[in-house]
Nanobody
Framework: QVQLVESGGGLVQAGGSLRLSCAAS????????KGWFRQAPGKEREFVAA????????YDADSVKGRFTISRDNVENTVYLQMNSLKPEDTAVYYC??????????????????WGQGTQVTVSS
């Protein structure tokens, strides 16, 4: 069974930082596009960031541009989301997702075939 396991969520004050990690159980995931999405209560799941299989191409949502950075370590089979200057509106459950070696619409959740269980991020004002 394929698994993506997120970690690193928690409670932080506005202006603080957190680093999320997503560990994949399958070595083949090292070539897959990976993404981070988030879902706040009462809202739809939204795209946060994505990264290509070799880590050379990244995508960010406008709402996190300049504050969040996605990266990956294919040796450790892990993708990261460094979140700085956090705001209360960043509060959500954050999900890691994996697509295939290529993807046509990187910001669409339905392009991703594998999902983690999510990790809660809460930013207090």
């Amino acid at each position: 069974q394929v698994q993506l396991v997120e970690s690193g969520g928690g409670l932080v004050q506005a202006g603080g930082s957190l680093r999320l990690s997503c560990a994949a159980s399958r070595r083949t995931f090292s070539t897959y596009y990976k993404g981070w999405f988030r879902q706040a209560p009462g809202k739809e799941r939204e795209f946060v960031a994505a990264i290509s299989g070799d880590g050379t191409i990244t995508y960010d949502a406008d709402s996190v541009k300049g504050r969040f950075t996605i990266s990956r370590d294919n040796v450790e089979n892990t993708v990261y989301l460094q979140m700085n200057s956090l705001k209360p509106e960043d509060t959500a459950v954050y999900y890691c997702a994996a697509a295939g070696p290529s993807i046509s619409r990187v910001r669409r959740a339905d392009e991703y075939n594998y999902w983690g269980q999510g990790t809660q991020v809460t930013v207090s004002s």
